[in-house]
């Protein structure tokens, strides 16, 4: 293990790779025959980049995944409002509905609230609860 010898990035990124997979830095470092302390930094710093990518990557299907169910949502309520439709449907069924749509809007909108809340802010119930237990 020489100090001062420029590695190619095909070296570090399989050693990140092997060490994100499951190996320990120090297996990693005789496998690739490189100093231990360099490793770590490289997985300090690449796999702080990976995991960030990859959390970019997972918010952009999420926030998909949100407007598909919001397109979805729009065009049920647009199905359920049709007079003829409704003119099937008994009370009970239709309070449901109503119920139903709503929690679901509520827990969608409160998806987009922050991560780090106040603790005296309301927690939202389950679905159905009553709304002031």
Known sequence: MTRG??????????VVAAVLAGMTMGQAAVKF?????????????????????????????LLDLVAQHATTLHAELQAAARPDWLE???AADLAQLVVAQ?????RLLA???????EPDQPQLGAPGAPENA
């Open 111 to 117: 998806g987009f609230r922050p991560a780090n809340d």
């Open 5 to 14: 010898v420029q590695h190619s990035a095909e070296l570090r990124a399989q």
């Open 33 to 61: 025959g490189i100093d231990k302390s360099l490793v770590s930094r490289w997985v300090a710093t690449d796999a702080t980049e990976y995991r960030t990518r990859q959390l970019f990557a997972i918010e952009g299907l």
């Open 88 to 90: 099937k449907q008994s």
């Open 102 to 106: 709503r929690d679901t809007l509520i």
